[in-house]
């Protein structure tokens, strides 16, 4: 049983490589964190080895008396962590990751070609919302769905909940989505939830940006209003790479012969997963959420969670000190999305640049783009450096480094012309250019 670095040194010298950068990058990136040592000691164990498809109980195969307990462990934890009465709510933490784990909820909720309506992903949704452009369905999820967008407001960059309202009471959806990849403020689920009754809709809130904060209670929880909420385990809540599906039990209405409405979500949801669409369940990744959401009840999980909201107030502050245009005007979350409109610099450049010197995040679409593939902003997340142990202090440097990185930008910009491809030889031949990459580095 050699180890990776005998049986395999090339692969192991570039895990090796991309250790080091991590560490030794500024990690913006706001969907990415470091996860424990416990998780991932979770992943790479023998539970790797186990199938166990079914459900703990009712399984396909034998040899699973201790898969069942971590799995039952992981659903236990899962609901505690968002302090749910397991009578109400159930969970099914099967989901490879988020992007099948929404395709479950809307294989199972929603008959297909069923309609579905998601916020556009130039406006901060997420591909799986239903992502189609005028000529193109690009996700799945509008290839086998009818999706149909709601915006934020182009000047504000808040969502239009009264456009929205509009738009559900023409499109009539069977299900209305609340969740973001890149929309720095805290949702109006109560609205969110109104405007579903008014057509019928189950309210499925995807929180997987901001799941952490959620847990410690440092922002609004969508469970009071939706029928059914989503989250992936890796983003703020800092877990495994994987996804969780929590779904409503119990009763959902009383009609008016006085008798009570059911939810019948369980199986439809365990269904969508398995057999629908997947096979057996990655045990090593159940075992990293269980003991992710152990973390999830600790005080220093609450301290962390506090620490990457401040750090994203701190950082968005000092941003728009230095002159820059921050949508929606600040943040009630972990991320920041900045605003480059104007000012010459593309979100590409300024990713490139800043990829350049060490600081990693992700060009972004800001409200007015015409498209997601050129977007004009770039945004940034604190949850990874926070994990590192950064306060605001610390985020002060943070923003000196990206201003500088900017500013370089126009300096080769000047030089380069619009073009990207033009941008990015300069950045690599130009001496001087070179030079001032190094010091920044
Ligand atoms: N939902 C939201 C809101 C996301 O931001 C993401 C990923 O960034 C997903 C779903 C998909 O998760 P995954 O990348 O694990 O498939």
Not at 168 to 181: H, M
Not at 279 to 300: D, L, R, V, Y
């Amino acid at each position: 049983n050699a180890t990776l670095w005998d049986s395999d040194p090339e692969l192991f010298d570039l895990m090796q490589k991309e250790k080091k950068r991590q560490l030794s990058g500024l990690e913006l990136i706001a969907s990415e964190n470091f996860t424990s040592l416990s998780v991932l000691q979770c992943l790479s164990s023998c539970l790797h080895n186990k199938y166990s498809e079914g459900l703990p109980g009712q399984r396909y195969y034998g040899g699973n008396e201790y898969i069942d307990k971590i799995e039952l462990l992981a659903q236990k934890r899962a609901l505690e962590a968002y302090n749910l009465n397991p009578e109400e709510w159930g969970v099914n933490v099967q989901s490879y990751s988020g992007s099948p784990a929404n395709l479950a909820v809307y294989t199972g909720l929603v008959e297909s070609h069923g309609r579905i309506m998601g916020l556009d992903l130039p406006d901060g949704g997420h591909l799986t919302h239903g992502f189609a452009t005028p000529t193109k369905k690009i996700s799945a999820t509008a290839m086998f769905f009818e999706s149909m967008a709601y915006k934020v407001d182009p000047v504000t960059g808040l969502i239009d909940y009264d456009l929205l309202a509009v738009l559900a009471k023409s499109f009539r959806p069977k299900l209305i989505i609340a969740g973001i990849s890149c929309y720095s403020r805290v949702l109006d689920y109560k609205r969110f939830r109104e405007i579903c009754d008014s057509v019928d809709a189950y309210l499925f809130a995807d929180m997987a940006h901001i799941s952490g904060l959620v847990a410690a209670g440092v922002i609004p929880s969508p469970f009071e209003y939706s029928d059914v909420v989503m989250t992936t385990t890796h983003k703020s809540l800092r877990g495994p790479r994987a996804a969780v599906i929590f779904f409503r039990k119990g009763v959902r209405s009383v009609n008016q012969k006085g008798e009570k409405i059911m939810y019948d979500l369980e199986a439809k949801i365990n269904h969508a997963v398995f057999p629908g669409l997947q096979g057996g369940p990655h045990n090593n990744s159940i075992a990293g959420i269980a003991t992710a959401f152990k973390q999830a009840k600790t005080e220093e999980f609450v301290s962390y969670q506090k620490q990457v909201l401040a750090n994203a107030k701190h950082l968005a502050k000092k941003l728009q000190d230095k002159g820059y245009n921050i949508a929606t005007g600040g943040t009630d979350v972990h991320l920041v999305l900045v605003n480059l409109q104007g000012t010459g610099i593309s979100g590409a450049k300024a990713e490139t640049i800043l990829d350049e010197v060490s600081i990693v995040c992700n060009k972004n679409t800001v409200p007015g783009d015409k498209s997601a593939l050129s977007p004009s902003g770039f945004r940034l997340g604190t949850p990874a450096l926070t994990t590192r142990g950064f306060v605001e202090t610390d985020f002060d440097q943070v923003v000196d480094f990206i201003d500088k990185g900017i500013k370089l930008a126009k300096e080769v910009n000047a030089l380069s012309g619009p073009k990207l491809v033009d941008f990015k030889k300069v950045l690599q031949t130009n001496e001087d250019i070179r030079k001032k990459v190094k010091e920044l580095k």
